[in-house]
């Protein structure tokens, strides 16, 4: 089969991003950043496979929006000032809601 002849589904307009936060209903951790210890390195910035990270006005931040949870930023730490919580703690699991 052709690439051509392959079905499109969109989901979303050309040029713009999907309306809403889709990473949260999938994640099951999310990072969190303890900017007391943060040394502004940027590893975690150059690690993020989703560029999630961001510096903004000398603190490191997290976009929801892109962040997948993976927690290579929290492994790539070299200060461990980022640690991964739970999206969606519960007594049966993360994902219970």
């Known amino acids: 089969m052709a690439a051509k002849?392959?079905?499109v589904v969109?989901?979303?307009r050309p040029g713009t991003m999907a309306a809403g936060a889709a990473m949260e209903k999938i994640r099951e951790q999310r990072p969190v950043?303890?900017?007391?210890?943060c040394d502004l390195c940027r590893l975690c910035l150059f690690y993020c496979p989703d560029a999630a990270l961001t510096l903004n006005q000398g603190q490191v931040t997290v976009n929801l929006h892109f962040c997948k949870g993976c927690g290579?930023?929290?492994v790539e730490c070299p200060v461990r000032a980022i640690t991964m919580v739970p999206e969606y703690p519960s007594d049966r699991g993360f994902l219970e809601k």
Do not use: R, Y
């Not at 950043?33 to 210890?37: A, L, S, T, V």
């Open 5 to 7: 002849e392959l079905p």
């Open 10 to 12: 969109p989901s979303a």
């Open 33 to 37: 950043i303890d900017q007391g210890k």
């Open 72 to 74: 290579i930023c929290a």
